[in-house]
Each structure stands twice: as structure tokens, then as C-alpha cells.
């Protein structure tokens, strides 16, 4: 059987593409509506977002935000969020997020989210590096 360059271009393009459209807005939605929540001090929705082995170390709404709070500011009040890069690790995603803090630096979170038994996306983990900016 003989197949013609553009299938396979097509063919190649489906199987290197790391995520689906589904994932991909599912990810930003979830990564949005917690950076949403912390913004609008409402902890039990930003807790909702966090994965089991997040809630397990945290096992509290309260000490939950308090960490986010004193080790992750750039994210607890951020702007101008903008997603970057995403790709599969494994059965995980990694999304590179460009925020800006409360004092005008920027910062790139990298989020990692897993797909839970019940099919929701939840965050697994997220550091944070300053970003490049050149008036910093």
C-alpha cells in the first residue's frame, strides 16, 4: 500500500502532537480559575484545584493558602497571566504560565496537573523561576 507525502504529514503531525485540544482548555481553565480564586481570597475554591497528594500534604484550606501565601506569592497575586508551553510528561502535563507580581516582576510558573480517576484535571505541583525581565 502506497501513501501519498500529505497523509503521512498527517499521520506524523497527530501522533507527535503531545496534548489534545480537550486537555489543553481544560488545563488553562483549571490553572485560570484557581489563579481566579487566590485573587478573590477564596480558598476553598483554590484548594479545589489542587490535586490529592497537594491536599494530603495540606491537609487543610487554611494551611493550604497559608503556604501558597508565604512561599508562592507571585501566583497568590498575580496579573497578566499568560500561558506558555505545555507538553506530556508521562500520564502528566507540565504548562509554563508568564505572571507578573505586585511589584511589576515577572515570574514563570511551571504547573504540573494529572487527570484524576474521575476524569478532572487537578495540580500536582507548580514552582516558580523570575523571568527575564530586562528592567529588572
Excluded at 508562592?72 to 508551553?85: H, I, K, L, T
Amino acid at each position: 500500500m502506497r501513501y501519498s507525502a500529505t497523509a503521512a504529514l498527517v499521520l506524523a503531525l497527530t501522533f507527535a502532537s503531545p496534548c489534545i485540544a480537550d486537555d489543553v482548555s481544560d488545563i488553562r481553565s483549571v490553572v485560570s480559575s484557581q489563579l481566579e480564586a487566590f485573587k478573590q481570597n477564596n480558598g476553598s475554591a483554590a484548594y479545589s484545584y489542587a490535586a490529592p497528594n497537594i491536599q494530603k500534604m495540606f491537609p487543610s484550606v487554611s494551611n493550604f493558602m497559608a503556604m501558597v501565601e508565604a512561599g508562592y506569592a507571585p501566583v497568590f497575586r498575580s496579573s497578566n497571566a499568560v500561558f506558555g508551553d505545555m507538553k506530556r510528561e508521562g500520564s502528566a502535563f507540565r504548562q509554563e504560565v508568564f505572571l507578573t507580581d505586585s511589584n511589576g516582576q515577572s515570574h514563570i510558573a511551571s504547573y504540573t496537573l494529572e487527570r484524576q480517576p474521575d476524569g478532572s484535571l487537578k495540580i500536582t505541583g507548580c514552582s516558580i523561576r523570575k523571568g527575564n525581565d530586562v528592567a529588572a
